[in-house]
């Protein structure tokens, strides 16, 4: 705001100067008019040029100190929040601060195929480097497109042909699945993951329908944040209830296995701004992709973004949260109560796999429910 308006500012006054300088030079050329008895003749019109050049350079130079000395206050009322925030996720100009990514990724022949650059796209959206320019090539389709495509959220299989494998280990769904059966490239295995209740750190789909209608309020748009293959929004789907997925292609083709179901994924990662207005969704899912590997700042950030997008009354689900026992009563818990939300659930549980033995790691489960206006 401060930059704009002083921008505008210098505009104005650079406008200003053009004008003076003009009324000056004419002043000048009339001048010289008006003074026949001068032995020399009048100083021809590139002169004149030159002048009019030399009194607009000074006073570019002269605003331009002036800007330089008004700098340092203008930089005191840059808001703190907007310095941590570019500290942790450059803004925009994190795009020149990875100027052999970017060349790289806008290196093309307009109007021709574009490089099978995924890859490259990913890495510079990790790196803050969001929203990518927008390019003038075609991007590249499979060679063999599918025939048909799954009409049930939960088929069995995905087709191959409907991914480009290039910068992948693995070139088929079978091979993900035999690598890591748990990361939902074979959806039909997920199809119980969200009904069931095994441990209290469990919410079955149908409590969580009845929790909403007891409360009389509606669940109709969610969005699943870090929601891998889509699994969530899937089981959504058979209530009828529309969930959008942000998810990120990291070594795996996760928005391609979304799309495949039939649902939408949302290429954006977790630092970036959630691309959904304030108070449009009715619940927000956090699923393991929200955990303690995050640095805690960039968490503030993404619970108040969360926070921006449901609407009064709207759940937030914090689906098997992992930290470490003592942070999460010193540090996540009381992030998650400056929220101000009403505890539904809470439930916390260890982590018995060998990582969350090894690092004393527990779970939370809850949810929460924003108040219905502020
Ligand atoms: C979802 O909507 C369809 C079509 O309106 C309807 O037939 C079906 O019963 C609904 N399912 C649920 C779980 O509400
Ligand atoms: C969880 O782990 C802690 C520390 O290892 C242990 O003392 C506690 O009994 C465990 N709780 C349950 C319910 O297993």
């Known amino acids: 705001m401060g930059f704009t308006f002083s921008t505008m500012t210098l505009n104005l006054v650079l ?24 032995p020399k003749p009048p100083p021809p019109v590139p002169d004149q040029l030159l002048h009019q050049l ?40 994190s795009c020149h601060n ?28 990790l790196r803050g480097c969001h929203p990518l320019p927008r390019r003038r090539c075609f991007s590249k389709t499979p060679q063999k497109p599918p025939v048909s495509l799954p009409e049930n959220p939960f088929p069995s299989s995905l087709p191959d042909n409907a991914v480009i494998w290039d910068h992948y280990s693995c070139k088929s769904f079978d091979c993900l699945n035999k690598q890591n059966p748990n990361l939902g490239f074979e959806p039909s295995r997920d199809i119980s993951r969200f009904n069931s209740y095994k441990t209290d750190l469990d919410l079955p789909i149908q409590q969580l ?12 748009l969610g ?96 689906d098997h949260f992992f930290s470490k026992v003592v942070d999460l009563e010193k540090v996540y818990a009381p992030l998650i109560g400056k929220l101000g939300y009403k505890k539904v659930k809470w439930a916390t549980g260890n982590k018995t796999d060998a ?20």
């Open 15 to 38: 406008l200003m100067a053009m004008v003076a300088t003009n009324i000056l030079s004419l002043y000048h050329l009339s001048s010289t008019l008006q003074s026949p008895k001068s």
């Open 54 to 93: 030399h009194t607009i350079r000074a006073t570019i130079s002269h605003l331009t100190r002036l800007q330089n000395t008004h700098n340092p206050a203008q930089k005191s009322t840059i808001p703190s929040d907007l310095l941590l925030y570019s500290h942790l996720s450059p803004i925009a100009s």
């Open 98 to 125: 990875h100027p052999e990514l970017l060349h790289k990724y806008m290196t093309y022949i307009p109007f021709s195929l574009c490089p099978s650059d995924s890859d490259l796209a990913e890495s510079l959206i």
């Open 209 to 220: 329908l009845q929790i909403a209608a007891a409360a009389k309020s509606a669940l109709r």
């Open 223 to 318: 969005l699943d944040v870090g929601g891998g293959t889509g699994s969530f929004a899937a089981s959504m789907r058979l209530r009828n209830v529309t969930v959008v997925t942000t998810t990120m292609n990291v070594a795996v083709p996760n928005s391609e296995a979304v799309a495949l179901r039939g649902l939408v994924p949302l290429h954006v990662p977790l630092q970036q701004r959630l691309p959904l207005f304030d108070g449009v969704v009715d619940l927000v899912r956090c699923g393991r992709a929200v955990n303690r590997w995050i640095p805690l700042t960039v968490m503030e950030f993404l619970l108040l973004d969360v926070d921006r997008v449901l609407r009064g009354g709207g759940y937030l689900w914090v």
């Open 355 to 374: 990582s969350g033995v090894k690092n004393g790691e527990v779970y939370l489960t809850a949810l929460l429910q924003k108040p219905v206006s502020r």
